[in-house]
């Protein structure tokens, strides 16, 4: 959907093109906060990506990736969850305007770093969903997490919430393809496709633990020390 076709769809808010647009330009201003967010997480991760490197110890941590959600995609969301179009309400009611996407190379690794997450005082850890013991029903896997991170700014200090997505480096393998064969087919997939994604989901599924077993008899060889 482009931002055009969105002010053509009916907001169940009551509002018109012209009053979200208005609400969209304010928002923008606000996107500064949720990049500071993002900012304080990503240099804590980095921290024990170094800390790791440091030590010459297994890093958990192969790639930190982040975004903040964009003002179509907010609004978008809003609109399809019925919420009010505002930044209240923005504010109130979505978990991932600002979002950190953690790529681990084993499923253990994905523990790790979530158990070094929940130890950092200075969070709060709101919410957190397991659904790599608990697959969604297309076959998705990722652990995530929704903390909420202060963050300095010249008069106060201002919590932002900001989305942590951990995943193996398969599991994102899948995840980035089937959102990109999602928005194509504009989120009807016809059912022999999710089979085959399912599928597919769940043979990554398997690898990711075949190569954990590998890399844990690879350790038991080793004298790698952690
Ligand atoms: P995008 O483009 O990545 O931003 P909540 O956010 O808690 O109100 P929701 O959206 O059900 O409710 O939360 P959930 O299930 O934790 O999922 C949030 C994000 O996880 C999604 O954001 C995706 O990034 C990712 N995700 C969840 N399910 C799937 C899936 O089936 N396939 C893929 N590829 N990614 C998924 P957005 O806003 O949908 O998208």
Redesign the pocket.
Known sequence: MEFKELLGTKMTSGHTAEEVLAIAMKMQQSMALYESGIQEITTKLEILQREAQCKHIHNPIETIKS?V?SIF?IIE?LNR?GYEISMDSVVK????VA?VRVICPYIDDIYVVAERIRRQDDLKVL?E?D?IKNP?P?G?R?Y?M?VEVPVFLSDRKQPVRV?I?LRTIAMDFW??L??QI?YKMEDFVPASIADNLHHCADTISQMDKEMQEIYKEVRALSSEEE
Do not use: F, I, P, T
Request: aromatic content about 8%.
């Open positions: 975004r959600k995609s969301k969850k009611n979505l978990n991932d979002g919410v969903k659904y969604k297309n998705y990722s995530h929704v989305e997505q995840a980035s089937e959102h999602r």
